[in-house]
C-alpha cells in the first residue's frame, strides 16, 4: 500500500476520533445547557461532531476505494499525483471547515454547516479523486464485479448530490420554502445513499477476497440488489420529508419504492444460515467479525428504517430521536464496521502482536453492547416525545423533554462506552500504519 | 443488457429530478415569494446556524422545539419570539442580534408559517398508511 493512503488512514480514524469526542461532549451540552452555553454551546459541538461523523466516513470510504481499486484495475494503471492532491486539498479543506466552526462562523445547512465558499475547495478534491479513480477505470477490462459498479456509482452519485445541495445558492431555488426543503433532502437523502454504494461495494469486495468465491459479485442476482439500492438512491429520499404539503406523487413514489427494502430484508432472513456456516469458517479474522457486525446493525437498523419509512408511523417517528437512533445506528454500526473492516484488511491487523489483538477483541464487544444500549435508549427517547407530543397533543415543550432527558442520560452514558471502545480501536489502528510508513522509511 | 438498465434508470432519474424542482410546490410560487426582510431573515437564520438546535417541518437538531409554525401560534406572539431572540434563555444562548436582525427572523418564520403545517393531522392518514395532504 501506497504511504500517503496510509496517512490518509490515519488522517481518517483522527476524524473518528474527533467524532466520538466531539460527541460525548455535545450530548452533555444538551443535558446541561446552562453550563456549556457559557463555554462549549451545542449549537457548536454538534457542528463539530456532525461534519466529523460525515467527514470520518467519506474520507475512510475514500481511502478504501484509492487502495482496492488497484487489484481491481491493476497496479500499473494508477494516477497518484492526483490521489495526493485530493487528500492534500480534501484535508486542507476539513481544518478550515473545523477552523471556522471554532469561529462561530457557519453556513447553516444541515450537515454542511460551514460558510458555502468551502464547498468550492471540497468540489475540486472530489473531482481530483474521481479523475485518479476514472482514468484507470476507462482502460480496464469490461464486465467488472459489482462492486466497481457500486464504486464508480458512489463517486458520480457524491458529485452529483453535492452539486445539488448547493443549488439553494440560486435565487430561484429559494422562492419557494417548499422547494428549497424538499431539494435540500432529495439531495441529502441521496447522498447517503452514495456513500453506501462505496461501503457497501467494499463490504462486497472484502467478502470476495475472505472467502475467494468471486461469484457472489457477479451474475444477474447481484446487478438485480445493485439496480434496487440504485434505485432507493434515486427515489426514496422523500421519506424525508412526509410532512411537507408538497406535491404527493413525491411522497407515494418514496413510500412505494422504500417499501422494496423489504427484499433485502427478506433476503437477510433467508441467507441467515449461510452467514452462520460462515462465520464458522471465518471467526478468527478481525476484518471478517466486523462485516458480521455490520450485517447485524444491518438487520436492526432496516427494520426500524421500514418502519419509519410508512407515512403513518413516520408521524410519530418524525422530529424524534428515533431519527437520530437510525442516524447514528446507521453511521457507526454499519458504515464504521465496514470502514473498520476495510482498514483492518489493508493494515493487516490480523498479522499484529497477540496482545494489540486481545485489546481489539474486547474493545469490539464493548462497543457492540455500547452501541445496543445507545440505540435502544435512543429509540426510548424518540418513543417518548413521539407519544407524548402525537399521541397525547402535548405542547409544552420543556415538559416533553425532561422525560426524554432521562432517556438521552441513558445514551450520554453509552456514548462514553463507544468512545473509550472505538477511541482504543482507532488508536491501535494508527499505530499500526504510522509504524508501516516508519518501517518502509 | 447492463448498461442499458443502467441508462434508462438514469434517464428516468433525469425527468423525475426535473419535475421534483418544476413542480414540488404546487402553490402559485409567484405570489408567495419571500419579501426582502424573509430573505435577509433567512441567512441570519443560517449564519447563527438557528437549525441546529431547532426544526423546520422536523428537520434540524432536538435541542429545541420545532419553529414551523410558531408566528401563527396561538399563545406565542411576536412579543414572545421576540423577547426568546433579544435575551436568550438559560438554555438558549443570547446571540446578541442588532433590533433589524431579530425583524428580519421574524419576518423569515411568518414566511415559513404561510408555507404550510408542520403537524399531519390524524384525519389525513389513510388506509394505505399514506397521508392524503391534496387540498
Ligand atoms: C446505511 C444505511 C443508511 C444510512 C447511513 C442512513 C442515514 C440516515 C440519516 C443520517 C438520517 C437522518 C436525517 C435527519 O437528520 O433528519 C436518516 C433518516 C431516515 N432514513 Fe436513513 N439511512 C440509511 C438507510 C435507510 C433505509 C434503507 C431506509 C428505508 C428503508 C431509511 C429511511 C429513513 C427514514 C424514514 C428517515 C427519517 C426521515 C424523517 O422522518 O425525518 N434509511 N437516515
Ligand atoms: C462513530 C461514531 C458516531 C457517528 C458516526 C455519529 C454520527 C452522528 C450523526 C450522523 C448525527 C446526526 C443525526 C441527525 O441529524 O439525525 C449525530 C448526532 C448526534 N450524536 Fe453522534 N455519532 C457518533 C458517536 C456519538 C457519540 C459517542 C455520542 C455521545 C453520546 C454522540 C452524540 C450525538 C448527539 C448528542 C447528536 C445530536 C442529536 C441532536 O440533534 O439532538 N454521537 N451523530
Known amino acids: ?441 | 443488457m447492463k448498461v442499458l438498465v443502467w441508462t434508462s434508470l438514469f434517464i428516468i432519474f433525469s425527468i423525475y429530478t426535473y419535475l421534483v424542482y418544476s413542480q414540488c410546490d404546487q402553490k402559485d410560487t409567484t405570489t408567495t415569494q419571500p419579501n426582502a426582510a424573509a430573505r435577509a431573515g433567512f441567512n441570519t437564520w443560517q449564519q447563527k446556524n438557528c437549525q441546529t438546535c431547532h426544526q423546520l417541518y422536523g428537520l434540524g437538531g432536538y435541542m429545541g422545539p420545532d419553529l414551523t409554525n410558531i408566528a401563527s401560534d396561538p399563545v406565542k406572539n411576536e412579543a414572545y419570539i421576540r423577547a426568546f431572540i433579544t435575551t436568550g434563555t438559560a438554555k438558549m444562548p443570547n446571540f446578541h442580534l442588532q433590533d433589524a436582525e431579530i425583524n428580519n427572523i421574524i419576518a423569515f418564520l411568518r414566511w415559513v408559517d404561510k408555507s404550510g403545517r408542520n403537524i399531519v393531522p390524524k384525519e389525513k392518514v389513510t388506509l394505505s398508511g399514506n397521508y392524503n395532504l391534496d387540498h
Not at chain 1, 70 to 91: M, P, V
Not at chain 1, 325 to 346: D, E, K, P, Q, R
Open chain 1, 1 to 441: 500500500m501506497h504511504q500517503f493512503i496510509r496517512l490518509h488512514i490515519v488522517a481518517s480514524l483522527l476524524l473518528l476520533i474527533a467524532t466520538l469526542v466531539f460527541g460525548l461532549l455535545a450530548s452533555w451540552a444538551f443535558l446541561f445547557p446552562e453550563t456549556y452555553n457559557q463555554y462549549l454551546p451545542f449549537y457548536q459541538l454538534r457542528p463539530f461532531h456532525v461534519s466529523a461523523a460525515l467527514f470520518w466516513i467519506i474520507s475512510g470510504a475514500s481511502a478504501c476505494v484509492m487502495h482496492f481499486k488497484n487489484d481491481a484495475f491493476g497496479y500499473s494503471n494508477q494516477n497518484k499525483t492526483l490521489e495526493k492532491l485530493y487528500i492534500t486539498t480534501w484535508i486542507g479543506t476539513i481544518i478550515a471547515i473545523f477552523a471556522c466552526y471554532a469561529l462561530k462562523k457557519f453556513g447553516g445547512r444541515e450537515y454542511w454547516e460551514f460558510p458555502p465558499v468551502l464547498c468550492l475547495p471540497l468540489l475540486i478534491s472530489w473531482l481530483l479523486l474521481m479523475g485518479s479513480y476514472f482514468l484507470p477505470w476507462f482502460k480496464s477490462a469490461a464486465n467488472q464485479p459489482m462492486y466497481v459498479w457500486m464504486w464508480s456509482t458512489g463517486l458520480l452519485f457524491f458529485l452529483l448530490t453535492f452539486l445539488e445541495q448547493n443549488l439553494w445558492q440560486i435565487p430561484w431555488f429559494r422562492q419557494s420554502y417548499l422547494r428549497e426543503v424538499t431539494i435540500q433532502w432529495k439531495a441529502n437523502g441521496s447522498s447517503v445513499g452514495a456513500w453506501n454504494q462505496i461501503l457497501y461495494g467494499t463490504s462486497l469486495y472484502l467478502m470476495v477476497k475472505i472467502s475467494g468465491n468471486e461469484k457472489i459479485a457477479r451474475g444477474y442476482p447481484a446487478f438485480f440488489f445493485y439496480i434496487l439500492g440504485l434505485s432507493n438512491l434515486m427515489f426514496n429520499w422523500g421519506h424525508h420529508v412526509y410532512n411537507l404539503p408538497a406535491s404527493s406523487w413525491i411522497r407515494n413514489t418514496s413510500y412505494l419504492i422504500s417499501m422494496t427494502e423489504w427484499v433485502f430484508f427478506i433476503r437477510m432472513v433467508q441467507g441467515f444460515k449461510n452467514t452462520l456456516d460462515d462465520r464458522r469458517r471465518y471467526k478468527n479474522l478481525i476484518p471478517y467479525r466486523y462485516l458480521i457486525a455490520s450485517e447485524f446493525w444491518v438487520f436492526l437498523n432496516l427494520l426500524l428504517a421500514l418502519l419509519m419509512s410508512v407515512p403513518a408511523i413516520n408521524r410519530y417517528t418524525h422530529g424524534t430521536h428515533f431519527t437520530v437512533a437510525h442516524a447514528m445506528g446507521t453511521t457507526i454500526g454499519i458504515n464504521t464496521m465496514i470502514l473498520l473492516s476495510g482498514f483492518s484488511y489493508m493494515l493487516g491487523i490480523d498479522k499484529i502482536k497477540d496482545k494489540a489483538k486481545k485489546i481489539i477483541g474486547t474493545q469490539y464487544w464493548i462497543c457492540q453492547y455500547s452501541l445496543g444500549v445507545f440505540w435502544f435508549s435512543l429509540i426510548a427517547a424518540g418513543f417518548i416525545k413521539g407519544y407524548m407530543v402525537t399521541f397525547q397533543g402535548n405542547t409544552n415543550f420543556q415538559e416533553v423533554m425532561a422525560y426524554v432527558s432521562k432517556a438521552l442520560t441513558v445514551s450520554s452514558i453509552a456514548g462514553a462506552g463507544l468512545l473509550i471502545s472505538l477511541g482504543t480501536i482507532a488508536v491501535v489502528y494508527i499505530r499500526q500504519a504510522v509504524t508501516m510508513v516508519v518501517r518502509e522509511q
